[in-house]
């Protein structure tokens, strides 16, 4: 979810005219301005984590505290020391901060950002790259610093998609204007919309387009492909301590959330899709909130479509829709891959650092390579939003062993690498070992290779070697070990 630039003047920008009067146009045109040369195409990569406190002596090993917002050992406080670590000032320039009624939201550098999720996951938004070995090397610098100004702190991370062990009232609540609306709304339309804001974590990443049908194709391919990078990243397997009978909890959450915001679209699918016909299914996404005065003004559940026809009265003022309400409106969708200035993939779960950059070295081999993105959307052969859905929430509970139209969906996930690999060879973007950027698929390769998900190793060692118990996964999934989890 995005942060406010610390820099951004509280400008709501000028009201934009009504459907009808130009406004439609506007809103295509500000998609259609996101178009870029393929020379100028870049890859960012966002990816968050489970914060916690390293149990002292005689508290239960098994269930470590989440890290607190508050406090000397706390998120805010440590958003503090990297805003202050001379070391990395000095590599990279300093941060900037953002905050929200006074509290230490987030932290700005050029392209990149670290900020919050609604329970304090821990997310580097990274700078968008032309090569995956820039993302990798960021990656690598980012686990580096946190390593150096947790380790002293008895401070952890680990990436998991669902955290393992708290219940939802003992995550924080990190203290924006926007996660309080949200707290408000989520248990009015699903189950699962707060463990949704507070107990899941993913890794994501955000790709370009060319023109108008390059942004079709890519969309479309990347959506129909979704449930098999579900089953590729399934990483979620326990819940308050013991296996949940999941291996993707977080994707058992997303089902239940909100069908109006999340999912696969049939709009999305749809012969005719185009610019417009997503705008036209935004505008009729409730809304959650409208930001004015530095504030987050509760709206939910209003139309936005009758916000640019008609305004909204917000402390007895007439309020009208302007560009900026347009992009924050466009922060509050969740489907399984999200259209804003840029096409951002959503069903990995989160994974430790050793195989982060596998997703966007899938995404981008798929997307970036016309015959790879023909040959994998051929995969799922026309498949529509309800066996999209259908497939998902197999893929939740069976991973690899899940079925579409009668058969497992194991081969096609090794055939979905397999074309990432081959498009990526062909993109040819080698690092110093003359290795491209296929050597970052190894771990997706490894795990079609063993036919079980990453979830299932986990649960192995739950059975075995960890005895039953998870106090083993705190260190073993560190967030700083070089070997993935």
């Given at each position: 979810m995005s942060t406010i630039s610390p820099t951004e003047r509280d400008d709501p920008g000028e009201p934009l005219p009504p459907l009808h009067r130009g406004g439609l146009d506007r809103l295509v045109g500000w998609f259609a301005t996101a178009e870029k040369p393929r020379a100028r195409f870049r890859v960012g990569t966002e990816h968050e984590k489970f914060g916690f406190l390293y149990p002292a002596p005689g508290d239960d090993p098994a269930r470590?505290?989440?890290?607190?917002?508050?406090?000397?050992?706390?998120?805010?406080?440590?958003?503090?020391?990297?805003?202050?670590?001379?070391?990395?000032?000095?590599?990279?320039?300093?941060?900037?901060?953002?905050?929200?009624?006074?509290?230490?939201?987030?932290?700005?550098?050029?392209?990149?950002?670290?900020?919050?999720?609604?329970?304090?996951?821990?997310?580097?938004?990274?700078?968008?790259?032309?090569?995956?070995?820039?993302t990798q090397r960021e990656i690598?610098?980012?686990?580096?610093?946190?390593?150096?100004?947790?380790?002293?702190?008895?401070?952890?991370?680990?990436?998991?998609?669902?955290?393992?062990?708290?219940?939802?009232?003992?995550?924080?609540?990190?203290?924006?204007?926007?996660?309080?609306?949200?707290?408000?709304?989520?248990?009015?339309v699903g189950k699962r919309g707060l463990d949704m804001m507070k107990r899941t974590a993913t890794v994501q990443a955000n790709y370009d387009w060319s023109s108008e049908a390059d942004m079709i194709a890519s969309y479309q391919t990347a959506l129909v492909v979704a449930p098999?990078?579900?089953?590729?990243?399934?990483?979620?397997?326990?819940?308050?301590g013991?296996?949940?009978?999941?291996?993707?909890?977080?994707?058992?959450?997303?089902?239940?959330?909100?069908?109006?915001?999340?999912?696969?679209?049939?709009?999305?699918?749809?012969?005719?899709?185009?610019?417009?016909?997503?705008?036209?299914?935004?505008?009729?996404?409730?809304?959650?909130?409208?930001?004015?005065?530095?504030?987050?003004?509760?709206?939910?559940?209003?139309?936005?479509?009758?916000?640019?026809?008609?305004?909204?009265?917000?402390?007895?003022?007439?309020?009208r829709a302007t560009l900026r309400d347009f992009a924050d409106h466009l922060t509050t969708l969740f489907p399984e891959v999200r259209l804003k200035r840029v096409l951002e993939v959503r069903s990995a779960d989160s994974t430790p650092p050793a195989r982060l950059a596998a997703l966007p070295a899938l995404y981008k081999g798929l997307l970036y390579d016309e015959r790879a993105r023909d040959r994998a959307r051929a995969l799922m052969d026309?498949?529509?939003?309800?066996?999209?859905?259908?497939?998902?929430?197999?893929?939740?509970?069976?991973?690899?062993?899940?079925?579409?139209?009668?058969?497992?969906?194991?081969?096609?996930?090794?055939?979905?690498?397999?074309?990432?690999?081959?498009?990526?060879?062909?993109?040819?973007?080698k690092n110093a070992g003359g290795e491209d950027e296929g050597v970052y698929l190894r771990p997706l390769q490894d795990v079609v290779a063993s036919g079980r998900t990453f979830a299932e190793h986990l649960l192995e060692r739950y059975?075995?070697?960890?005895?039953?118990?998870?106090?083993?996964?705190?260190?073993?999934?560190?967030?700083?070990?070089?070997?993935?989890?």
């Amino acid at each position: 979810m995005s942060t406010i630039s610390p820099t951004e003047r509280d400008d709501p920008g000028e009201p934009l005219p009504p459907l009808h009067r130009g406004g439609l146009d506007r809103l295509v045109g500000w998609f259609a301005t996101a178009e870029k040369p393929r020379a100028r195409f870049r890859v960012g990569t966002e990816h968050e984590k489970f914060g916690f406190l390293y149990p002292a002596p005689g508290d239960d090993p098994a269930r470590p505290i989440p890290l607190p917002y508050d406090g000397s050992r706390g998120i805010e406080a440590l958003l503090q020391a990297i805003a202050a670590d001379r070391d990395d000032t000095a590599a990279h320039g300093p941060w900037t901060a953002a905050t929200d009624s006074g509290h230490t939201i987030a932290l700005f550098r050029g392209d990149a950002s670290i900020t919050l999720e609604p329970g304090g996951q821990f997310e580097l938004s990274g700078a968008p790259f032309s090569s995956l070995h820039e993302t990798q090397r960021e990656i690598d610098e980012h686990v580096t610093l946190l390593a150096r100004l947790c380790r002293p702190r008895r401070i952890g991370f680990v990436g998991l998609g669902f955290q393992p062990t708290a219940t939802w009232g003992e995550m924080p609540l990190v203290p924006k204007g926007r996660y309080a609306v949200m707290t408000r709304y989520m248990p009015t339309v699903g189950k699962r919309g707060l463990d949704m804001m507070k107990r899941t974590a993913t890794v994501q990443a955000n790709y370009d387009w060319s023109s108008e049908a390059d942004m079709i194709a890519s969309y479309q391919t990347a959506l129909v492909v979704a449930p098999l990078v579900a089953a590729l990243f399934a990483n979620s397997p326990f819940v308050q301590g013991r296996p949940s009978g999941a291996l993707s909890e977080r994707q058992q959450v997303w089902a239940d959330t909100d069908p109006q915001r999340a999912g696969f679209p049939a709009a999305i699918l749809a012969r005719d899709f185009s610019y417009e016909r997503y705008v036209q299914w935004v505008l009729d996404v409730p809304m959650y909130f409208v930001r004015r005065d530095g504030l987050h003004h509760d709206v939910a559940g209003a139309s936005f479509r009758t916000f640019l026809a008609e305004g909204i009265d917000i402390d007895g003022a007439p309020v009208r829709a302007t560009l900026r309400d347009f992009a924050d409106h466009l922060t509050t969708l969740f489907p399984e891959v999200r259209l804003k200035r840029v096409l951002e993939v959503r069903s990995a779960d989160s994974t430790p650092p050793a195989r982060l950059a596998a997703l966007p070295a899938l995404y981008k081999g798929l997307l970036y390579d016309e015959r790879a993105r023909d040959r994998a959307r051929a995969l799922m052969d026309g498949a529509t939003a309800t066996e999209l859905a259908a497939l998902r929430a197999d893929v939740a509970v069976r991973g690899f062993a899940a079925t579409f139209r009668g058969q497992s969906i194991l081969s096609r996930c090794g055939d979905l690498v397999h074309e990432a690999g081959a498009g990526l060879a062909r993109l040819a973007v080698k690092n110093a070992g003359g290795e491209d950027e296929g050597v970052y698929l190894r771990p997706l390769q490894d795990v079609v290779a063993s036919g079980r998900t990453f979830a299932e190793h986990l649960l192995e060692r739950y059975a075995t070697t960890w005895g039953g118990s998870l106090a083993p996964l705190w260190d073993e999934a560190a967030y700083w070990r070089t070997a993935a989890g």
